[in-house]
């Protein structure tokens, strides 16, 4: 009775370590709600120049704002309602006052930004330069994507550094950019300005983003996230002067008379100011590879919101659109929901930059990606409990032996 006892014993405990098959593994899985996903990018119909690579991932960044946000999918707040379907890649909503971040889908997962990098542009630059000043756009400041936005300044002309905002936020003028990025940039002219927003971006917090042109126009190794974007329009809409550019409707492009050139009108075209109440502003963009970029903000009952959403397709619904629909969303969420938060300026600044890992060849990078108490090992999990077993099979024989042994004795 004994000897079955025992054997009875070994059995249950070895079923309890076996290993786990890839069959009852993919069960197990399967048993646990997965993070909804967020859409994927579609292919650009159009290309010029080679697919920009995202940078390795470093796990630190992704947990900037809280470890929630750190998904590739859908992080909302517990009961809340489901967010309304986009097409956006990744985006997130958050209280531009208090900091909250609402909800979103993949908030740091890598994306090209297209022309709402020009916000991070003007919260660089706004506090350096004198909107009164007088400056000479130049020929140089032109050079830019054939097809691409462009004001209508000419090299040569003269206009106020007021003209150039307002030529870059309502009109996305890429030589806008090239003017005002050269000007900020002291004598490194654009290379300057585009190292200030690169250290401006880090001040935020927004480590994720590196600008390679002041105008957003795609350039390797030039990426941002749904997250960054969240930061730097904070700082955009913490400057007065920012909000009243943004939220002008039409402006003047004033005549060059030494050029032989008249004045024009310019007009916003961001539409969310003339068909969403209590609109505040923001920036569209697009690119082939970055698709339909957008940030937006709004304000209602007192909350100020701002939704920014990336790798965006117009249909069925466009950007701007789309940012509409979840700042609906956001507004309807209560004051306390939130997921995480928007880390304030300079917070990270003394943090060391860590090293990038590459992705390994035989795992997905979250894989790759360890936390503690977890074998990091490819298929190293599997080895503890053969050992346990083993050891068990052991200590079971001997045992077996010793009881054999004794009633032979007896």
């Not at 997965?34 to 940078?55: D, I, L, M």
């Not at 750190?70 to 009961?79: H, I, N, W």
């Not at 756009?137 to 050079?143: C, I, M, P």
């Not at 002219?189 to 690169?198: Q, T």
């Amino acid at each position: 009775m004994k000897l079955r006892a025992l054997v009875t014993v070994f059995v249950v405990l070895a079923t309890l370590v076996a290993p786990v098959t890839p069959g009852a593994a993919a069960a197990t899985e399967s048993a646990v709600p997965a993070v909804p996903p967020c859409p994927k990018a579609k292919a650009p119909k159009v290309v010029r120049s080679p697919r920009p690579t995202p940078p390795p991932t470093v796990a630190q960044h992704r947990v900037v704002g809280g470890e929630a946000l750190a998904t590739p999918g859908l992080v909302v707040p517990p009961q809340a309602p489901p967010p309304p379907k986009v097409t956006a890649t990744s985006w997130l909503v958050a209280d531009l006052d208090t900091g909250q971040v609402l909800g979103g889908c993949g908030p740091h997962e890598y994306a090209t930004p297209a022309s709402v990098q020009k916000l991070l542009l003007a919260a660089t630059m706004l506090p350096r330069l004198d909107p009164t000043q007088v400056v000479t756009v130049t020929r140089e400041d032109l050079d830019i994507a054939p097809g691409s936005s462009a004001v209508g300044l000419l090299p040569g002309g003269r206009y106020r550094v007021e003209t150039l905002w307002l030529g870059l936020l309502l009109q996305s003028g890429n030589e806008a950019a090239n003017a005002l990025a050269r000007l900020g940039g002291g004598p490194e002219g654009v290379a300057g300005g585009v190292r200030a927003m690169n250290e401006y971006a880090r001040h935020l917090g927004a480590l994720q983003t590196h600008a390679v042109t002041a105008s957003g126009l795609d350039g390797p190794g030039q990426f941002t996230s749904a997250y960054d974007l969240a930061l730097i329009a904070r700082a955009c809409f913490a400057d007065s002067t920012f909000n009243r550019y943004v939220r002008t409707e039409r402006a003047r492009i004033p005549a060059q008379k030494a050029l032989g050139a008249k004045g024009f009108q310019i007009q916003n075209n961001n539409q969310l100011i003339y068909r969403y109440p209590g609109a505040l502003g923001g920036k569209t963009g697009f690119t082939d590879y970055a698709r339909h970029t957008y940030v937006g903000a709004a304000e209602r009952d007192g909350r100020r919101l701002v939704v920014t959403l990336l790798g965006a397709e117009p249909q069925p619904l466009r950007g701007w659109e789309q940012g509409a629909a979840l700042l609906d969303w956001g507004f309807g969420l209560p004051p306390e929901a939130t997921v995480g938060r928007l880390v304030d300026p300079g917070e990270w600044e003394a943090e060391p930059t860590p090293t990038p890992t590459p992705p390994s060849q035989d795992l997905p990078p979250a894989q790759v990606t360890t936390s503690a108490g977890l074998d990091d090992t490819p298929g190293g999990g599997r080895y503890v409990p053969l050992a346990v077993g083993a050891v068990l099979i052991v200590l079971a024989v001997v045992l077996v032996w010793r009881m054999r042994g004794s009633a032979r004795r007896r």
